[in-house]
């Protein structure tokens, strides 16, 4: 598993366009550190390891579904760690979203659409790194045009859609918005969301 999900990394990170310089200088360090791991994507790598998460849009564009994450305490993206069964980390992440929404039918954006590195204690019990790569998604559409009705995992402590541009005061602000953007952009390119 380990193999071929660390293959997978360095493909998707190599063939990604990031957005600008810093995204791009970013993907040069997580190229980096993934030939320089035995598993990067594997939780049990102490010095951090490779996530992957996902920006989860309404068919109209205009909501996203945040989590309230228990370790972070901020409103944040639907993600987490690799597991055995991804293929590569699209998988992860569709998986991801998938298991902490509730939601079938999510579509993933083609490529990641923002990186970001964050230090945390995660299940190691020890402070780590994420490296985190982020991709869009977007909710199947309702008959009345209403963002479906999320289903919260045991992962959240709470699970709610919120207007992109009315986001709650506890979001994690330093990487969300940017990350809204960055995922409506891309989602928007692609002709899934208005």
């Known amino acids: 598993m380990t193999a071929a999900l660390t293959a997978s990394a360095r493909q998707i990170l190599g063939a990604w366009q990031a957005p600008d310089p810093d995204q791009d200088a970013l993907r040069h360090a997580y190229l980096a550190f993934v030939d ?21 849009f309404d068919a109209t564009g205009r909501h996203v579904l945040l989590t309230l994450h228990p370790r972070v305490g901020r409103w944040v993206q639907l993600g987490g760690h690799c597991e055995p069964g991804d293929t590569g ?10 298991e902490e929404s509730g939601l079938a039918g999510l579509v993933l954006s083609p490529s990641p659409v923002q ?14 790194r994420h490296l985190d790569v982020r991709y869009g998604a977007v909710a199947p559409p309702t008959a009345d045009g209403t963002p479906p009705e999320p289903v919260c995992s045991d992962e959240s402590i709470d699970l709610a859609w919120w207007p992109v541009d009315a986001l709650p005061e506890n979001v994690d602000a330093e990487s969300v ?11 928007r390119g692609t002709e899934l969301i208005s």
């Open 89 to 98: 980390l699209d998988a992860a992440a569709l998986r991801e979203a998938t």
């Open 177 to 187: 918005p940017a990350l809204i953007t960055l995922g409506h952009d891309a989602l």
């Open 36 to 56: 320089a791991a035995t598993d990067p994507c594997v939780r049990a790598c102490v010095p951090g390891h490779l996530t992957a998460s996902a920006i989860v």
């Open 115 to 128: 990186l970001h590195t964050h230090p945390i204690t995660c299940s190691l019990g020890v402070p780590t």
